[in-house]
């Protein structure tokens, strides 16, 4: 699903509109695959003055386990996305602008690149997550468990009880 971009190029103060919803059976991030949505993509090519330029906002969910405590957790996406467009490459210090070789922008494989980018390092199911006890295994976030009170001393459960909230 190339888009054809010969009218855009040729044609000064012109825009295209573009609206897709792109299916990617094989995201992955951090070398896990990813079970995700369908990509909403919404947004327009247009050429100011001779400036060609494609902005979009891209919109999905994804699903993976937390990295603390390996609940599946889902986040949504909403992104907005600008790139340069230009047929061939005159100043080639700039990683901004993408090449569109024979008028054709292969929208497709940008859109997913652009998102793997965007991807956060860290997948969590909330910003507090407690994660897993180390010892047992009980998901803190369900509840607590015996482990940490044997090990702590009671100096330091008393900064614990200072520190919690
Ligand atoms: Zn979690
Ligand atoms: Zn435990």
């Given at each position: 699903m190339p888009l054809e971009l010969n009218d855009i190029f040729v044609t000064p103060d012109s825009s295209l509109a573009v609206d897709e919803c792109f299916v990617y059976d094989d995201l992955s991030a951090e070398g896990e695959q990813l079970s995700a949505t369908p990509v909403r993509v919404k947004g327009q090519v247009s050429n100011s003055g001779g400036l060609?330029?494609?902005?979009?906002?891209?919109?999905?969910?994804?699903s993976k386990p937390c990295d603390r405590c390996l609940v599946m957790a889902e986040k949504s996406v909403k992104q907005n996305f600008v790139?340069?467009?230009?047929?061939s490459a005159e100043n080639e210090d700039n990683d901004d602008i993408i090449i569109v070789a024979g008028y054709t922008l292969d929208l497709f494989s940008l859109v997913r690149d652009d998102i793997l980018l965007e991807m956060p390092f860290k997948h969590l199911c909330s910003e507090n997550c407690r994660g897993l006890c180390p010892t047992c295994g009980q998901n803190l976030n369900e509840g607590s468990c015996d482990c940490k009170k044997e090990a702590v001393d009671p100096r330091m459960a008393v900064l614990d009880e200072l520190f919690s909230d």
């Open positions: 060609v330029e494609l902005r979009y906002t891209a919109e999905f969910s994804y790139h340069t467009l230009a047929l």
